[in-house]
Structure formats: C-alpha cells, structure tokens
C-alpha cells in the first residue's frame, strides 16, 4: 500500500498514470516522490525538499 512522501498517510487516490494525490495534506506525488500542491487553477508547483 502506498503513503505519500510528505505526512505518511495511507488515503492516497491515483489520479493519473503514476501520478498520486493525498487526501489528508492535499498534495500531488508521483513514484519518484517528486511532491507538488496543487493551485486554485489546477497547475501545479513543485515543492523543495
């Protein structure tokens, strides 16, 4: 089962091919880990770290 990288939940959706979305902190990831919120327009934004 997966968690995502940023708060360790486990209420994670798949939203795309390799792409995850968090529903507890409310950030995108993909298998790579590479972490990204999501803007009011629907871009999103890499996050540091």
Excluded: T
Excluded at 4 to 22: D, E, L, T, V
Excluded at 24 to 30: G, T
Aim: aromatic letters at 10%.
């Amino acid at each position: 089962m997966r968690r995502c990288p940023r708060c360790g939940s486990k209420a994670i959706g798949k939203i795309g091919n390799n792409q995850y979305y968090c529903w507890d902190c409310c950030v995108e990831f993909n298998e790579k880990h590479q972490i990204f919120n999501v803007s009011e327009d629907g871009s999103l934004i890499a996050l540091e770290g």
